[in-house]
């Protein structure tokens, strides 16, 4: 293909993510290390109530915002350094709690950033194994399934992967919730009172069920077609030669489907790692919060109405970082898999 | 080794019969080739035997093993597919050795067979190499060191040579002759290709709409065929065939007439190979051919000048000598000995002159 050719082709697409990927990650990654804030100024106040001979005055130094000439509050942006990343990983906070010896686990759990990346790294590296492997089986056993009935099965194992993650979320949440009908069945079936959302791990629970369920149809649409692909005749020299099904999706399957995978888990960890929608379905804050919702929390107004943007963007630097350290396995594996040989 | 045999084998698809009532027992340590054009049955036969298909009815047996109901696994055929059917993530020591490693032989003695079956297809250089880095030859070559190092009781070799261009094909059919006289292993072999038939075949079987047309030698087959879908078949080039009819123990049809061919009478297909007819010297004092027609076309060999004329509605070739010269349209007449023509019934193709000996038909042919 000729360079002009092939830019005319790339060219929009580089243009739209410089624009929408690039800039902002630029900007986010520079607001990390500046911080916008109101400036201040100290006056000086007297006030005087009517007195004889002399009025009675007193002074006071009061700090107040300093306001232009249209009244409009003045800022300033300052350079305040890694700051914002200490605010958020608080590594004082951590070497108290490591002091502390065998309640450092707890201590460690009650700081915001690490309490978020305990639970985004579970949430991640406990769906992925899942996804992949429900996906996987499902589109084996879709494929093995009579040709009339693969159609309804492939219809009714997408619908998880059509609902809205938040609608979903709830779904699940009502079904578990107090009242709700699955709680009511199992107190039936059990003889005792279930509290789903009443200690954090029972939540998390329902929130990795929920997001497996949710992304496994995806997985068994790739997997699904790429096994459709797969050589007939290798996989009949397999039989032949004394394979077992096991065996044959050892050493025949699962390799042609290898790259699937990998761009399957490539997904899947960017994806679940950005974890957001099941903490507002399930409204899991008090108990379990991911990275993105940090981020989230920090650019909602606090109560003087402020938003804390240094400490939103460290956090979303610190939550991509975290992707990319999740991601090199995968795609130094790719690039092995795609290195020319010499 | 065993001997191979299939006991009235029909294989349906609903009403669609794929293979019928295949009747045949194939001798321990023969090389048999099933021919035919595509879609005659001949792979869904030996997929049958393979066990990769189910017989609709009637009984395979492998040595005194009857084997319908066996896993393939469990009947001790090693097969060699067109494309390969190599496991692409694996080197070719791994390949070779996977259906060691399976079957769990034990490890001791694996290195030992891989490095015995890589050096009978000569592929000892290429052990650490991937499929991918090879090429059609060398891969066909992993494929058959796969089949052979399992020591199976039978081989299945599914048009192997299909995938291979035409000068590798003829070096790989070669040492696949070879390798079957060394190993001395029952070979069931499937082609479309007629010349891979004569060349590696024991005996051919023929077979055209799931049937079996003819079971014989090459030399049976090539020399006597059972009906006209054999004759059109077998021969680079095909038999020719003309319509006619039989009046008074002549055949007679456009611009032909053969004396001497039958006693029976009526309408007949009557066919000889190009180079059982001569060509007739203008001014050589002979009597006229048999074949008197104008030249439709005449082609350039380089071992032979072949002849094309139109006679008894179809389009006749006539092997000549390399030097003849004629230009198209030149009238030309060809000489046709009755005992080296082959007459067939017109309407069902089978044969009607009884089949003969192929050594005295050639003699004659060679006194002449």
């Not at chain 1, 920090?298 to 003087?304: E, G, I, V």
């Not at chain 2, 048999?32 to 869904?44: A, E, N, R």
């Not at chain 2, 005449?298 to 389009?315: F, K, Q």
Request: with cysteine; proline share 5%.
């Amino acid at each position: 293909m000729r360079p002009r050719t092939f830019f005319a082709f790339v060219g929009p697409s580089l243009v739209l993510m410089i624009l929408f990927i690039a800039i902002p990650l630029v900007s986010v990654f520079l607001q990390s290390f500046w911080q916008t804030q109101t400036v201040f100024e100290r006056v000086e106040i007297e006030n005087c109530t009517p007195g004889f001979p002399a009025p009675n005055c007193t002074t006071q130094t009061v700090t107040r915002p300093l306001l232009d000439e249209s009244g409009r509050t003045v800022t300033e942006t300052i350079y305040v350094g890694l700051d914002a990343y200490r605010a958020v990983v608080q590594p004082e906070a951590v070497a108290a709690a490591f002091a502390a010896g065998e309640d450092f686990w707890s201590r460690l759990s009650n700081i915001d950033f690490w309490k978020a990346l305990r639970f985004t790294l579970t949430f991640t590296l406990i769906t992925l194994p899942l996804v992949v492997g429900l996906g996987l089986a499902i589109a084996l056993a879709v494929n093995a399934a009579l040709r009339s009935l693969r159609g309804p099965i492939i219809f009714v194992s997408l619908l998880p992967f059509i609902v809205t993650p938040v609608i979903g979320a709830l779904s699940i949440r009502w079904l578990f919730i107090g009242d709700g009908i699955l709680t009511n069945a199992l107190e039936a079936m059990t003889g005792t009172q279930i509290f789903m959302f009443a200690q954090g791990w029972t939540i998390e629970i329902l929130m990795l069920t929920y997001r497996v369920w949710h992304v496994a149809p995806f997985a068994f649409v790739v997997f699904y077609a790429g096994l459709q692909t797969v050589n007939q005749d290798t996989l009949e020299s397999a039989v032949i030669d004394g394979a077992s099904r096991f065996e044959r999706l050892r050493y025949v399957v699962i390799p042609h489907l290898m790259p699937l995978i990998v761009f399957v888990s490539l997904i899947h960890l960017m994806d679940a790692y950005r974890v957001f929608e099941e903490v507002i379905g399930f409204s899991s804050q008090a108990h379990r919060i991911s990275l993105q919702f940090l981020t989230y929390d920090f650019l909602m107004p606090d109560d003087s109405g402020n938003r804390s943007i240094s400490r939103a963007s460290a956090s979303s630097m610190l939550t991509m970082i975290g992707i990319v350290i999740l991601l090199v396995p995968l795609l130094m594996r790719t690039w092995r898999d795609y290195k020319p040989r010499g | 080794m065993a001997e191979v045999r299939l006991e009235h084998v029909t294989k349906r698809w609903g009403a669609f019969v794929g293979v019928a009532d295949f009747d045949l027992t194939i001798a321990d340590r023969e090389f048999l080739v099933l021919l035919g054009p595509s879609g005659c049955g001949k792979t869904t036969t030996m997929r049958m035997i393979a066990g990769l298909e189910d017989a609709t009815s009637g009984s395979i047996y492998i040595g005194d093993r009857r084997v319908n109901d066996l896993d393939p696994k469990d009947r001790d055929v090693a097969m060699v597919f067109q494309s390969y059917g190599l496991y692409p993530n694996m080197n070719v020591y791994e390949n070779i050795r996977f259906p060691l490693k399976v079957r769990k032989v034990p490890a001791s003695e694996h290195d030992e067979r891989v490095r015995r079956a890589s050096a009978m297809v000569e592929l000892d250089a290429f052990l650490h190499r991937k499929p991918a880095e090879l090429s059609g030859g060398q891969r066909q070559r992993v494929a058959l060191a796969r089949a052979i190092v399992r020591e199976p009781t039978v081989f299945l070799m599914d048009e192997p040579l299909s995938n291979l261009d035409a000068k590798l094909r003829v070096s790989t059919r070669a040492q696949i002759k070879n390798l079957q006289h060394e190993l001395k292993v029952t070979t069931i072999y499937v082609t479309h290709d007629q010349i891979e038939a004569m060349t590696l075949a024991d005996r051919v079987v023929v077979m055209n709409k799931g049937v079996i047309q003819q079971v014989g030698t090459p030399t049976e087959i090539y020399d006597d065929p059972a009906n006209t879908f054999v004759a059109g078949f077998i021969g680079s080039p095909a038999m020719n065939l003309m319509e006619g009819k039989v009046e008074r123990g002549v055949f007679v049809g456009q611009n032909v007439r053969v004396p001497g061919v039958s006693t029976k009478e009526g309408p007949a297909t009557l066919g000889f190979r190009a180079e059982d007819a001569s060509l007739v010297m203008e001014g050589a004092g002979e009597r006229p051919g048999e074949i008197v027609a104008p030249i439709y076309t005449l082609e350039l060999l380089g071992d032979a000048t072949m002849i094309t004329v139109r006679a008894g509605g179809a389009l006749v070739s006539v092997k000549a000598h390399k030097d003849y010269r004629a230009e198209i349209g030149d009238m030309v007449g060809i000489r046709l000995a009755p005992e080296l023509c082959h007459l067939f019934d017109a309407e069902s193709g089978a044969r009607l002159t009884p089949a003969r000996a192929a050594g005295g038909v050639r003699a004659v042919a060679a006194a002449r």
